[in-house]
T-cell receptor, first 114, second 110 residues
Framework: DAGVIQSPRHEVTEMGQEVTLRCKPI?????LFWYRQTMMRGLELLIY????????DSGMPEDRFSAKMPNASFSTLKIQPSEPRDSAVYFC????????????FGPGTRLTVT | TQLLEQSPQFLSIQEGENLTVYCNSS?????LQWYRQEPGEGPVLLVT?????EVKKLKRLTFQFGDARKDSSLHITAAQPGDTGLYLC??????????FGQGTILTVHP
């Protein structure tokens, strides 16, 4: 079975541009999580969904960040406008409700904002 | 805010040595996970512990959950170069959320 799929793997953009990160969770998983990893702050939870519904977005840094999950097999994280401090690796993870904390991570998207 | 502190931050050892990584908090967690991450990849789940005092073994890796469910340790016996990576502990907090430690970067030299 395929794991969590993320695209693109690398994204380089200029400050002020819109960035969209994509995620396909493991089939059958009902929880989806978006994380950000930096050297300074480590791995931080941004937002998570249950059955396509956003449950907790308290980790989203500011209004420039938004996330959607239009169906069970697809989610997006959008940054508009992007800033250099948004540079990080963004991970998507998914899990099953009965093993909620056993999360399976995608390979990540390395975002560089110049 | 529930925090997890890992120690040491960096560990550089020779092949064949033993090592222990610690994960401590002042908060109680419903479960604790250990992940391993290699450069350019996402974290990979190694183990979940849920019961205070629980010990789990995965080949040369031994994981322990503290009796009070506030701390955990990872012990590796006879480390090998293939064990090199970033080790992360994560505690299950309010429903659905994981709090991650800062990680321990382990380098095992041949």
């Amino acid at each position: 079975d395929a794991g969590v799929i993320q695209s693109p793997r690398h994204e380089v953009t200029e400050m002020g541009q819109e960035v969209t990160l994509r995620c396909k969770p493991i089939s059958g998983h009902d929880y989806l999580f978006w994380y950000r990893q930096t050297m300074m702050r480590g791995l931080e939870l941004l937002i998570y969904f249950n059955n396509n519904v956003p449950i907790d977005d308290s980790g989203m840094p500011e209004d420039r960040f938004s996330a959607k999950m239009p169906n069970a097999s697809f989610s997006t994280l959008k940054i508009q406008p992007s800033e250099p401090r948004d540079s990080a690796v963004y991970f998507c993870a998914s899990s099953l409700g009965d093993r909620l904390y056993e999360q399976y991570f995608g390979p990540g998207t390395r975002l560089t904002v110049t | 805010t529930q925090l997890l502190e890992q120690s040491p931050q960096f560990l550089s050892i020779q092949e064949g040595e033993n090592l222990t990584v610690y994960c401590n908090s002042s908060s109680v967690f419903s479960s604790l996970q250990w992940y391993r991450q290699e450069p350019g990849e996402g974290p990979v789940l190694l183990v979940t512990v849920v019961t205070g005092g629980e010990v789990k073994k995965l080949k040369r890796l031994t994981f322990q959950f503290g009796d009070a469910r506030k701390d955990s340790s990872l012990h590796i016996t006879a480390a090998q170069p293939g064990d090199t990576g970033l080790y992360l502990c994560a505690g299950g907090t309010s429903y659905g959320k994981l709090t991650f430690g800062q990680g321990t970067i382990l380098t095992v030299h041949p």
